[in-house]
């Protein structure tokens, strides 16, 4: 069974430009997360999907968007970059419908902004 | 009174012996409990989880110990092997509908001496 597929690995983009970056859950999962994290703040809750609804949204500003797609699919984006966004992006996907259970990672899209 | 246990950045241990982990939550209406390992380059992985109705929860050489009184976590490894070496989270969260979402803690770097 493939894992959380996050693409790409790496990027660098420049500040003011923007950024998409792509999850695919586990395969039956309906609920996916984005976390941020920086050495600094560690790791820190971005947002929640559950059948293309956000349910939850972190303290983060309006700079940060994403959407999920009626495949479980999930895109995150963030505009006009700057430089404290450079961070590790991670997804996770879980099958459990409500708050609890095994949340399942992806590696990553490591973003730097220059 | 009980003792609490401190949180430390990191941990060295010897190959073979026990380790202890300790984490200390925020939220005292927390109810459910989950320790990640993340080994470098990748995503954080399930250990183990527990829900606010126990103390303790056993798996494969992990034992996850809560006390809701003093908002204290510990993970204590059995036997610690060079494939423990990692960084370790406890997340929190409350299991209630529409609140999906993990408060990780700093961490702790452990490190398994040969």
């Known amino acids: 069974k493939a894992g959380v597929t996050q693409t790409p690995r790496y990027l660098i983009k420049t500040r003011g430009q923007q950024v998409t970056l792509s999850c695919s859950p586990i395969s039956g999962h309906r609920s996916v997360s984005w976390y941020q994290q920086t050495p600094g703040q560690g790791l820190q809750f971005l947002f929640e999907y559950f059948s293309e609804t956000q349910r939850n949204k972190g303290n983060f500003p309006g700079r940060f968007s994403g959407r999920q797609f009626s495949n479980s699919r999930s895109e995150m984006n963030v505009s006009t970059l700057e430089l404290g966004d450079s961070a590790l992006y991670l997804c996770?996907?879980?099958?459990?419908?409500?708050?609890?259970?095994?949340?399942?990672f992806g590696e990553g899209s490591r973003l730097t902004v220059l | 009174g009980e003792s609490v246990g401190l949180h430390l950045p990191t941990l060295s241990v010897q190959e073979g012996d026990n380790s202890i982990i300790n984490c200390a939550y925020s939220n005292s209406a927390s109810d459910y409990f989950i320790w990640y390992k993340q080994e470098s380059g990748k995503g954080p992985q399930f250990i183990i989880d527990?829900?606010?109705?126990?103390d303790k929860r056993q798996g494969q050489r992990v034992t996850v110990l809560l006390n809701k009184t003093v908002k204290h976590l510990s993970l204590q490894i059995a036997a610690t092997q060079p494939g423990d070496s990692a960084v370790y989270f406890c997340?929190?969260?409350?299991?209630?509908?529409?609140?999906?979402?993990?408060?990780f803690g700093a961490g702790t770097t452990v490190t398994v001496r040969a």
């Open positions: 996770a996907s879980s099958l459990a419908t409500d708050n609890t259970g095994e949340l399942f």
């Open positions: 997340a929190e969260t409350l299991s209630s509908p529409n609140d999906y979402k993990l408060s």
């Open positions: 527990i829900r606010s109705n126990m």
